[in-house]
């Protein structure tokens, strides 16, 4: 797929996202980390040895959203897949649906994990990535986090033993917005150089524009190291939403219809 | 495993750690698809023999139990079966919700198995006794709870636990010199608690190494002609309400024994079951007072507790003499 193609893919994500917050009415949806993380997330999913004819298979690439409350980004790119409906996110976050506000394992529509507690996913990357190995299977295994959620001390327990093992069949992708819920994450609890840490735990870092699909393509088709891979991907907070973007109100909020048709009809422009 | 005479005794000689680790190499002698991850405890979970002889199904994974835990889901996701272990504490509470969402919320399947817990380690301070494990596991939904009453069930406990259907915690108590209570093969089944002795005047529900205790109990309570029946619960959760209500019919005093805080372990788990029944029995509490007031050697500290063989019977006595 080329990069026109994923950005029309990640088009059709967004407006996904703003469809699931505005099915969510008075719950509220997660929206600014979701609309950050969609040209990533849809580059791995376009580029991933991923579609719905490989669901249950043992071959297809594992994608795990760590992240989990942007999972309108993981539901709409599982739409865009043809795993699931798009009509099911009417009832998403209702006890009628089996979309809720962070994902709950669902292997048959594409969920391989439930996540939304900060700090598990690349533990459990880790642990899908060294099966791999023990059974000799090709696939690779895609974490994607936000840098928020590299406060967690979890986070970095599995970055050590992911180098220790010399997990070259995993990558992670921070999703470096910047914010967190109550703050920007130099308010909250500093990151500092993310690069440089997570070189310095051992992994193969590369920092990139994460909207920019040339540079996403680029740093995942890098593998030339025996060193997992991590890659910061720069990005901004409700992108794509415009009232929303690098403002921190729209952490988790309600869209009203007129924001809704707004921002779908700025989508449809582009 | 060899379930003879010399086999018992060694395993009881070198206690539940080290037959946890023997238990482990004969496990994989049948089931390659096994996986043991420790974090940095292979020598004190009598783990050399398998780290070295079976280096591709040892994963060691450094001293971080909350990634252990969530590693051990990912593995088991792909199908591999999972055992993990750690001292009981940092096994249990250290990892709590990553055990929550990854094993009770998710149903990944582990097997994970608590060293030295209740306060055989309590010259090394309470960082390293385990006195509320069973408490807080209880609460959480798909995780069932063994606890061996000596270290030949720690035999049968692991192998009962790969067949599973969920996740397991094994909690493993007791030293070395851990005293013999099966003397001989028998069978095994997790939920399902073991009558080792009959009795009529009132009925003792132990777990772990108070197992043991409770049978030297019922030799001494006899000479007071009090004539008590020993059940060995070593499920945890699911508890064995059947037996607990069966025993509700024929006996009016029943006894707890556990080396856990007397708050939410074997005690509270039957009280919850006799709760909901008429004609309810007297129910005596006994376990390890809710504090971490002092440290120090394991003797000295059940004697404090009052969970010697001696005031066990004592206290049995006056509860039974009071009723």
Redesign the interface.
């Known amino acids: 797929m080329d990069n026109i193609e994923i950005k029309k893919f990640a088009n059709r994500v967004r407006k996904n996202i703003l469809f699931g917050a505005y099915s969510a009415g008075s719950h509220s949806a997660h929206i600014g980390g979701a609309m950050s993380v969609v040209d990533v997330l849809s580059a791995v999913y376009c580029l991933a040895n991923f579609d719905s004819s490989l669901i249950g298979k043992p071959n297809r690439d594992r994608i795990i959203l760590s992240k989990g409350h942007a999972c309108l980004a993981l539901y709409g790119c599982l739409i865009e897949k043809g795993v699931i409906k798009r009509s099911d996110l009417k009832n998403f976050e209702t006890s009628k649906s089996y979309l809720f506000g962070h994902p709950v394992m669902n292997k048959k529509k594409g969920i391989e994990f439930s996540t939304g507690s900060l700090g598990m996913g690349l533990s459990l990357g880790v642990g899908v990535a060294i099966a791999a190995r023990i059974n000799n299977q090709n696939y690779k295994t895609y974490v994607i986090q936000g840098d928020g959620e590299c406060n967690e001390g979890s986070v970095w327990e599995a970055a050590m033993i992911a180098n220790q093992k010399k997990l070259n069949n995993l990558t992670v992708l921070i999703d470096r917005n910047n914010f967190q819920q109550t703050g920007t994450s130099d308010e909250i609890l500093n990151l500092n150089n993310l690069k440089d840490k997570w070189n310095s735990f051992g992994w193969e870092t590369q920092e990139i524009d994460g909207h920019n699909l040339d540079e996403i393509r680029q740093a995942l088709k890098f593998d030339n190291s025996n060193r997992p891979k991590a890659i910061i991907a720069n990005t901004i907070k409700g992108k794509g939403l415009k009232i929303a973007e690098n403002n921190n109100n729209w952490h988790h909020t309600v869209l009203t219809e007129k924001d809704y048709e707004k921002a779908v009809s700025d989508l449809d422009e582009i | 495993m060899k379930y003879n005479n010399r086999n018992i005794q060694t395993w009881s000689t070198i206690g539940s750690r080290a037959t946890f680790g023997l238990s482990c190499l004969d496990l994989i002698e049948k089931n390659r698809n096994l ?1 043991v991850l420790s974090s940095d405890v292979s020598t004190s979970a009598g783990l050399d023999r398998f780290r070295k002889s079976w280096p ?1 199904n040892y ?1 060691e ?2 001293i ?1 139990e ?15 079966q999972v055992i993990t272990t750690t001292f009981s504490p940092f096994q249990t509470l250290r990892c709590l ?2 055990i929550k ?2 094993l009770g ?2 149903k990944n399947k582990v097997c994970f198995v608590g060293l030295a817990s209740g306060v055989v380690l309590g010259s090394l301070g309470y960082t390293h006794c385990s006195i509320e494990d069973i408490a807080v596991l209880r609460s959480i939904p798909n995780i069932t709870i063994l606890s061996p009453a000596d270290s030949t069930e720690v035999t049968k406990c692991l192998p009962a636990a790969l067949k599973h259907k969920n996740s397991v915690y094994i909690r493993l108590t007791g030293g070395s010199k851990n005293p013999v209570v099966y003397k001989k093969n028998y069978e095994f089944k997790i939920g399902k608690s073991i009558v080792l002795k009959k009795g009529k005047n009132l009925t003792l529900f132990a777990t772990g190494t108070m197992v043991s205790k409770a049978l030297k109990a019922s030799i001494i309570l006899k000479k007071f002609k009090i004539d008590s029946e020993v059940i060995n619960i070593h499920t945890i959760k699911p508890i064995d309400e059947k037996q607990i209500i069966k025993s509700a019919k024929k006996s009016r005093l029943f006894v707890s024994l556990e080396e856990h805080n007397i708050i939410g372990g074997l005690g509270t788990s039957i009280s919850e079951v006799i709760s909901g029944i008429k004609n309810k029995p007297s129910l005596l509490r006994l376990g390890l007072k809710d504090s971490y007031d002092h440290s120090g050697e394991y003797d000295f500290i059940l004697k404090k507790n009052g969970l010697d063989v001696k005031s066990i019977a004592n206290k049995i006595k006056t509860f039974y003499k009071s009723k």
């Open positions: 996986l591709k994963v994974i450094g971080s909350q990634n252990m835990i969530g590693v051990a889901a990912g593995l088991s996701s792909e199908g591999f919700e990553q969402v990854n919320y998710m």
